[in-house]
């Protein structure tokens, strides 16, 4: 039957579920989504992907929460193992705390301190208070993208960038 219409599901005359999979239905979240940045781990890709579909759909607190989350994740995965000096276990739990231990233990990038003020005030407005606007959750978009890009994003271009170079220079 679909080679009679020349590959047109349009121009079928019957319902189509018989010819496809419907695993879920899409929204304008995602379509109008911001797209996550590239080779994320898989637990952290959920939940920025979760973030921007809310921020496409102007649920700015939910958004803004799940761009702290992927904040907290990354950084909790930043923090040497054992016994460090000033790293106790409330700064391992408390992002507030973490995020400066890191950047002043140079673990994160000094030129997004600034920009990672943003997390602590709006990501716990976000959480506790629900008081989050577009500006405050793209705020958080922002450091967001750029803590990702920094740690998983960069670095794999980099790497696949070596692989390639070496690839050409052993043929």
């Keep these: 039957m679909f080679d009679r219409v020349k590959g047109r599901l349009e121009a079928l005359d019957v319902v189509i579920n018989g010819f496809v999979n419907v695993e879920r239905y899409l929204s304008i979240g995602d379509i109008a989504a911001e797209p996550p ?3 994320l781990p898989e637990h952290i890709l959920a939940a920025f992907n ?3 579909k809310c921020l496409a759909v102007g649920c700015f607190n939910a958004a803004g929460t799940m761009f702290r989350l992927c904040v907290d994740m990354t950084t909790k995965e930043k923090l040497p193992s054992g016994d460090v000096e000033g790293l106790n276990s409330k700064t391992r739990r408390d992002l507030g705390l973490r995020l400066p231990w890191l950047f002043d233990n140079r673990y994160l990038p000094e030129d997004l301190r600034d ?3 943003c997390i602590k005030e709006d990501g716990n407005d976000g959480a506790h208070q629900g008081t989050l606007t577009e500006a405050d959750a793209l705020d958080l978009l922002d450091f967001t993208t750029e803590l990702l890009e920094r740690i998983y994003t960069q670095p794999e ?3 696949l960038a070596a692989e390639r170079r070496a690839q050409r220079r052993s043929t």
Excluded: R
């Design 37 to 39: 940045p590239e080779y």
């Design 157 to 159: 271009k980099v790497k």
């Design 115 to 117: 920009l990672s003020h």
């Design 50 to 52: 979760e973030g921007a």
